[in-house]
Each structure stands twice: as structure tokens, then as C-alpha cells.
């Protein structure tokens, strides 16, 4: 599939889903080989890891494997981008750059994307408000709104039962007064498998345009939040429930 053939205009639920890391060619094929992968496949392979002993990502490796998957099982691809010098190794494999929420701030990564017409999926940072975040989305001005998305993926809390608290408040106040799609990440939000699907379907209700969910053939053993990942019999479930919810892109 092509760049172009990705509308984010359409109307239908515009659902995203992989690992949250590239980690193998057979954890990203066994992902590919589900009937129910959506359209944009998600997977980090460079990743903001909270602690610097944590796995970073498979970096070039990482791309090698999904150009060779592309290959194989045509897709299109969605990644972090941590650093303005990764964009142009990134180009020729991702249909749309993710910026994360501890990047949110950073405005000369923000204005480098800019440059190169590629959508851009703004994560809200853990603590932004809804102004900073509209503050940030400014710096993509010149990729015109139909590429700009912004991801509601939980703020922080005085609450630590859950890993963020998911702000449905912002999906309605975005829908209402601001012309961008605004997608849900119900993993990073909830942070914990059973609450996932749930918060997938209220952000659905709540009127997102679309969802970012992390999914792994076997969670036990992911090398990154395999606490949040769906399993292929998880996820298959939740696209069934959400196929009663709206069309799905
Ligand atoms: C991710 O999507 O893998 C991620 C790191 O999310 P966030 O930037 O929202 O923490
Ligand atoms: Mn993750």
C-alpha cells in the first residue's frame, strides 16, 4: 500500500496495531499473517525507554526487518521518530512518524518533520495541557491539517492503580474545537491487558477518530510492555466489538 493510499480524512475508524517494538521477523509476521491486522502497522525501533538500561530498540536492525517484511507482506508503517537524524532512514519504510509523548517539546524535531509532507501522529506528553499540546501541533503548520493527528495517550495522575489516566475529556474538547483527528492509544493509557479493549471502545464512543493499540504474539516474553500488549485472540476479539462500534478503516 502506499503513502497516498492512507486517508485520514476518511471517516472510518482509523485503527493502528503492533508491537510496541520491532523485536523479530516472526513476531512481526505472525502479526501480518492475521486476517484482522489493520492497515497501518505499529512498531518501535527506536524507543524512549524510561530507563536507559531498558531494551532501546533494534534501531537499524529493526529496519532491516521491516524492509524485508515489506517485501514479503506489503503494509504500511508506523514509527517513533526520537531524533531528527533518524528521519531520512525512516523514510523509505514509514507512512506516518509518530512522535511520543517525551518528545512532545521538542520543537526542532517537531519543525524538521515538517519539512517532509509525511503525516504526523502527535502523542500528548504525560503532564501537557491541551494548549501546550495544540502549542507543539503549530510546529507541524506546514504539513496542513489533514497530516497532522494528535494521540490522547493518558496523562499522569495522582492515581498510580492504572499506568496513566486516559483523558476522554480531550477527545471531546479537540473533536469540538479543533480540525484535527484525534486518535486514542488505549495500551500506554491503561497500561495493564484487561482494560484495554474496554478503553479502546469508550474513546470510540467518546468520538475518536481513531486508535493505536499494542499487540504481540506472546506477551509473556515481549522485550518491551508486554504487560499491555493484546494477544492475536485479544485483539481479533476487540476488532469484532469494534466492527459494531463504526466502519473500520
Ligand atoms: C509508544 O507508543 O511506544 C510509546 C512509547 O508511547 P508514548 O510516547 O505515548 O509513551
Ligand atoms: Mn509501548
Known amino acids: 500500500m502506499e503513502n497516498n493510499a492512507l486517508n485520514f480524512r476518511s471517516n472510518e475508524l482509523f485503527l493502528i496495531a503492533g508491537p510496541c517494538a520491532v523485536e523479530s521477523e516472526n513476531q512481526l509476521r505472525t502479526i501480518l499473517m492475521n486476517e484482522n491486522r489493520p492497515r497501518l502497522i505499529r512498531g518501535g525501533i527506536h524507543k524512549m525507554r524510561t530507563n536507559a538500561k531498558s531494551f532501546q530498540g533494534m534501531g537499524d536492525e529493526g529496519m532491516e526487518i521491516v524492509k524485508k517484511m515489506k517485501q514479503e507482506i506489503p503494509f504500511d508503517f508506523i514509527t517513533e521518530v526520537t531524533d531528527a537524524r533518524q528521519i531520512e532512514a525512516l523514510l523509505p519504510i514509514t507512512s506516518v512518524f509518530q512522535v511520543g509523548a517525551r518528545n512532545m517539546y521538542n520543537y526542532e524535531l517537531l519543525k524538521e518533520l515538517s519539512r517532509y509532507g509525511r503525516p504526523v501522529i502527535l502523542k500528548r506528553a504525560f503532564s501537557a495541557t491541551i494548549s501546550e499540546w495544540l502549542g507543539a501541533a503549530e510546529y507541524l503548520f506546514n504539513l496542513g491539517e489533514k497530516n497532522i493527528i494528535l494521540c490522547e495517550r ?26 484535527f483527528k484525534i486518535i486514542v492509544d488505549p495500551s500506554h493509557s491503561m497500561g495493564l491487558t484487561p482494560y484495554v479493549a474496554d ?3 469508550a474513546a470510540v464512543a467518546a468520538g475518536a477518530d481513531g486508535l493505536i493499540v499494542e499487540v504481540h504474539p506472546e506477551p509473556a516474553v515481549a522485550l518491551s510492555d508486554g504487560q499491555q500488549a493484546l494477544n492475536i485472540p485479544q485483539f481479533d476479539e476487540m476488532v469484532q466489538k469494534l466492527h459494531k462500534l463504526a466502519p473500520i478503516f
Open 199 to 201: 478503553a479502546a471502545y
Open 154 to 179: 493518558g496523562v499522569r495522575s495522582f492515581d498510580n492503580k492504572l499506568r496513566n489516566l486516559l483523558d476522554l475529556g480531550s477527545v471531546i474538547y479537540l473533536k469540538k474545537n479543533t480540525p
